[in-house]
């Protein structure tokens, strides 16, 4: 039993969310796999895109976990009853937005830059998250409404949600590190700035520019990302006692957006972006570095609910870190090896996508076998963190007015 304000009750409200969503993500991950693998189901003739729904519901968890993060960093300051009309406001978008569209999520997301905008106490992590957020709430709109919607989403995922998550990722490094604040408050600026760099790179290569810019991309960006994960192997080499396995889904992270640069090389190539669109190889990069930013979420979860609980003890284990991390990690592969066997039989053997998905049903079957495990992972997740939940009781005498 724990004492919280009515800001820290609110937070912990937003964490809730952030597992359910895990929960009902992956539940959905499954019956896309399953709708998409070529196998005869009652899945099969339904009429539901759960691959769409999918990405909705990915970026409502997304979105949720980087606003628990973001009102973290300024829940003393922050008025706390405008949070709690925004919080429940917050849920009839997540709705609307995977119900009618993701471009509704926008409307949460300048709610909370609203009510984050004018604090007192202003740091670089919460200037960085405004930032990345800024550019949230215009990619959202953008991919449903702009006729260039593969640029659209690629700039949500590496552009915006990358900026927010170095700003979120960087201030975690201060809670569970024993890195100086001077050396944190510079690298955040540099790092923010390679990873829109890079992210721009990945994005605009898209848009079928010159061959050259794309071979130019090519070396760049596998660069940008290596200094970001420098800056993560330093403060992670260097932990305190910290038991909340938030630095273990940081690290996790860190190792898949390594991938995602090299990915951004390969699909940056003017002769390889061309021939790619429709295919494993392309969906196996969005996926990725969405996956990017779940666990970021999930670290933010463990941290934020240890730290409100008070005790350094674990929130969750090791099984779902394990079972997510390698079970999202071999998926991807097997959809990049299936994507390069997919453009093989499409480009140079021509066969029709009826006889290329049947030839690839056995790795489509190998995907699934990877998605059960993450989802029991994710179950795990789940009812490790209810079991550690306390009961919370809230002192509505403090931040009142804040």
């Known amino acids: 039993m724990i004492r919280l304000t009515l800001t820290g009750k609110i937070i912990y409200g937003l964490l809730n969310q952030t597992v359910r969503l895990l929960l009902l993500m992956l539940a959905v991950t499954l019956l896309a796999e399953m709708q998409t693998a070529g196998i005869p189901?009652?899945?099969?003739?339904?009429?539901?895109?759960?691959?769409?729904?999918?990405?909705?519901?990915?970026?409502?968890?997304?979105?949720?976990?980087?606003?628990?993060?973001?009102?973290?960093?300024?829940?003393?300051?922050?008025?706390?009853?405008?949070?709690?009309?925004?919080?429940?406001?917050?849920?009839?978008?997540?709705?609307?937005?995977v119900i009618v569209s993701p471009a509704v999520l926008s409307i949460g997301v300048i709610a909370f830059l609203i009510l984050t905008y004018r604090q007192p106490t202003h740091s670089r992590f919460l200037t960085t998250w405004q930032i990345g957020m800024v550019q949230v709430a215009i990619a959202l709109p953008l991919q449903a409404v702009s006729s260039q919607a593969v640029f659209a989403g690629l700039y949500l995922t590496h552009v915006a949600y990358g900026i927010t998550a170095v700003g979120l990722s960087f201030w975690l490094m201060t809670r569970w590190s024993n890195v100086r604040t001077e050396w944190v408050q510079t690298g955040i600026a540099n790092v923010a700035g390679v990873v829109t760099l890079a992210g721009l790179l990945i994005s605009t290569s898209q848009l079928r520019v010159s061959p050259i810019y794309g071979t130019v991309a090519g070396f760049v960006i596998l660069p940008c990302y290596m200094l970001l994960a420098g800056h993560h192997y330093r403060a992670l080499r260097?932990?305190?006692?910290?038991?909340?396995?938030?630095?273990?889904?940081?690290?996790?992270?860190?190792?898949?957006?390594?991938?995602?640069?090299?990915?951004?090389?390969?699909?940056?190539?003017?002769?390889?972006?061309?021939?790619?669109?429709?295919?494993?190889?392309?969906?196996?990069?969005?996926?990725?570095?969405?996956?990017?930013?779940?666990?970021i979420s999930l670290g933010l979860v463990n941290y934020i609910a240890r730290d409100l609980r008070g005790g350094n003890r674990r929130v969750t284990g090791y099984i779902p870190l394990w079972l997510i991390g390698f079970g999202v990690g071999l998926a991807v592969i097997i959809g990049l090896c299936g994507g390069v066997v997919e453009l093989y039989l499409r480009e140079f053997v021509q066969l029709d996508s009826v006889t290329t998905i049947g030839l690839l049903l056995p790795l489509s079957i190998a995907q699934i076998v990877c998605w059960l495990g993450v989802t029991a992972g994710g179950i795990i997740y789940a009812l490790g963190y209810v079991a550690r939940r306390p009961t919370i009781i809230t002192d509505k005498s403090i931040n009142r007015k804040s």
Do not use: K, Y
Not at 63 to 69: D, E
């Open 238 to 295: 260097d932990r305190t006692r910290d038991m909340s396995l938030s630095p273990h889904w940081i690290a996790m992270a860190t190792i898949f957006w390594l991938g995602v640069g090299v990915i951004g090389i390969i699909t940056s190539r003017a002769g390889i972006r061309d021939i790619m669109q429709e295919t494993r190889l392309a969906e196996g990069q969005r996926e990725l570095v969405r996956w990017v930013m779940i666990m």
């Open 41 to 97: 189901t009652v899945l099969s003739d339904m009429a539901i895109p759960f691959d769409a729904l999918r990405v909705r519901l990915m970026d409502a968890l997304i979105l949720t976990g980087f606003f628990a993060g973001g009102v973290m960093l300024c829940a003393e300051t922050i008025n706390a009853q405008h949070l709690l009309w925004v919080s429940r406001v917050w849920i009839v978008i997540i709705i609307a937005g």
